[in-house]
């Protein structure tokens, strides 16, 4: 009752806007009272109405009250608080509507934090309490609030449903199973309950599978853009160092003509300036000469002239002025068409060239598989046809069926000629290689058989030839309990659904492995993402004398 007391005692002194003990508490003439500044804030907001209103009756005023401070209720709520009393509950502690309420709550009911399925009611903290402390309801089941307990209530005998009829899928009452569900095949719910658990646990496994194959598939696309950014990066720096060492080169080459060029054209200029000189000289001679004779041609003194004629007379023209000849250079001509003929041949290369170079850059190709495929049918599109190579086998294996079935003995025949068997474990890989996608399917009889794929270069003999002891080989090791999956010398434990057939999916490009039970449905047992860098092969390995496996006809 005290609780009781101090409950209705701290809603009382609590302002119902902010939820927590008054704070300069005023109360307003229909008497409710509030913290001064949460009722200001309040009728602040309802200044532009020119009404204002009680947050809790709706009375209203006009027009705007003027508050005071009421001085014996702070008094009064400042003693209270050195006793201790806190502020009533906030209202997120009432249950609303979508909460499930305290069954044992009076008045404005709290929010349940428990339910019980023994009780059949809801409690909050308060009321949960006697469940924690009492031995009486040692036993008694807790769990989340919920709105559905009557459901659990038989509407025909007014009993808890603790049997479940499986017959039927329902839940019931004891008396249902001795009345309407007599002679079905009934089970307690908690068995039922368990079994189902079992299931849903598996259904969990491969979701959670699933969920850690597309985050590994996720973070194998970002490493695939990460790759292409920088190999893109990478080719455009590259290309942009070597069509600028091109264009270096061919303004080398202009430069190299254009200097040759003027040099030649100097030492033409020159040339000619030399002869033109020397003609210009011997012009000047020969105008001298002519003067002398055009002088002679004028004297009217015959005695005179006949004096002077064998001198002037003795005088010849030039011998160079006949040996000048003059042609058109084609030298420069002869440059522009060859460097003409050199641009031509250069665009033809460009053209056919840059057709080749255009072709060798690749789309971008995801290094990921298609989504795998969930029937068997579609599988089957990629079933090949595999046969063991006796070259291979381990001498206490025998084969048969056209190198299909793989059989252990317990005495060996003794083999002559090239071998490249496998020494010391009962073990075969295939004759073809497997590149690409293929699927095939392997049965088995017997104690066990190791699944495997591998290399061809893995080792023959000791310790690490054993398939899934090395990091050449991937396996899956069948035994009539469990399977196990080895690589490098790491086992996984893998649980699921046991067959004596095992399906084999391998996306060689997108570095995908999948080992599957093959029954009426198939079942994912183990998936591997990783990089293959050799082309596989197919392995079995028989590790007792009268096991036997089959690779199975597919087509």
Avoid at 252 to 272: A, G, H, L, N
Avoid at 488 to 493: F, G
């Amino acid at each position: 009752m005290a609780q009781k007391g101090d409950q209705l005692d701290s809603e009382a002194f609590s302002c119902s806007i902010c939820l927590d003990l008054l704070k300069d508490p005023v109360t307003t003439s229909c008497g409710h009272s509030y913290c001064m500044s949460c009722i200001k804030d309040h009728w602040d907001q309802e200044d532009h109405k020119g009404i204002h209103s009680c947050p809790q009756c709706r009375e209203t005023f006009i027009p705007r009250p003027v508050l005071k401070k009421n001085t014996m209720l702070a008094a009064l709520v400042e003693q209270l608080k050195k006793t201790g009393l806190q502020a009533a509950p906030a209202d997120h502690c009432y249950a609303g509507p979508e909460d499930v309420a305290c069954d044992f709550c009076s008045g404005r009911k709290l929010k349940a934090i428990k339910s019980c399925l023994f009780c059949l009611a809801s409690y909050c903290e308060k009321h949960l309490q006697p469940h924690y402390d009492s031995a009486a309801f040692q036993k008694h089941k807790l769990v989340e609030p919920s709105k559905n307990l009557q459901e659990n209530i038989c509407s025909r005998h007014d009993e808890v449903m603790k049997m479940f009829c499986r017959t039927d899928q329902k839940c019931i009452c004891y008396l249902c199973s001795v009345d309407e569900h007599k002679g079905h095949d009934t089970v307690s719910a908690a068995a039922e309950r368990a079994e189902r658990q079992r299931e849903l646990e598996v259904r969990r496994q491969t979701i959670q599978q699933g969920i850690q194959d597309r985050e590994k598939d996720v973070k194998l696309l970002q490493q695939e853009v990460e790759a292409i950014n920088h190999s893109a990066d990478k080719t455009v720096e590259d290309n942009e160092k070597i069509f600028s060492q091109l264009i270096r080169l061919i303004q080398k080459r202009s430069s190299d003509m254009k200097q040759q060029i003027r040099s030649q054209q100097e030492t033409e200029v020159s040339r000619v300036k030399e002869l033109q000189e020397k003609l210009e000289q011997e012009i000047t001679e020969l105008k001298r000469r002519d003067a002398e004779l055009k002088q002679l041609s004028h004297t009217e003194d015959h005695n005179q002239f006949l004096h002077n004629y064998p001198s002037v007379s003795a005088l010849s023209e030039s011998p160079h002025s006949s040996s000048i000849k003059t042609k058109p250079l084609r030298y420069f001509e002869d440059v522009t068409a060859a460097v003409k003929e050199l641009r031509d041949k250069l665009q033809d290369i460009l053209r056919d060239e840059w057709t080749n170079i255009s072709l060798t850059v690749p789309e971008a190709q995801v290094l990921l598989s298609e989504p795998e495929q969930e029937s068997r049918d579609e599988f089957l599109k990629y079933s090949c046809e595999i046969s063991m190579d006796p070259n291979t086998a381990n001498r206490y294996l025998v084969l048969s069926l056209q190198n299909r079935k793989i059989t252990a003995v317990a005495q060996f025949e003794s083999y002559h000629g090239p071998s490249d068997k496998f020494t010391q474990w009962w073990q075969v890989l295939s004759r073809e290689s497997l590149t690409g996608r293929c699927y095939w399917e392997v049965d088995w009889r017997g104690k066990g058989v190791s699944v495997a794929v591998s290399y061809k270069n893995i080792s023959r003999a000791g310790s690490e030839s054993k398939f899934g002891y090395n990091d050449k080989s991937w396996t899956l090791n069948c035994s009539q309990n469990n399977f196990t999956f080895w690589h490098n010398n790491i086992s996984t434990s893998i649980s699921g659904p046991g067959s004596s057939r095992i399906g084999v999916y391998l996306d060689h490009r997108a570095g995908v492995l999948s080992f599957y039970s093959v029954s009426e449905t198939m079942t994912l047992l183990h998936r591997v993402q990783t990089t293959f860098t050799q082309p596989l092969h197919a392995g079995v390995g028989v590790y007792w004398p009268g096991v036997s496996a089959e690779l199975c006809k597919l087509k």
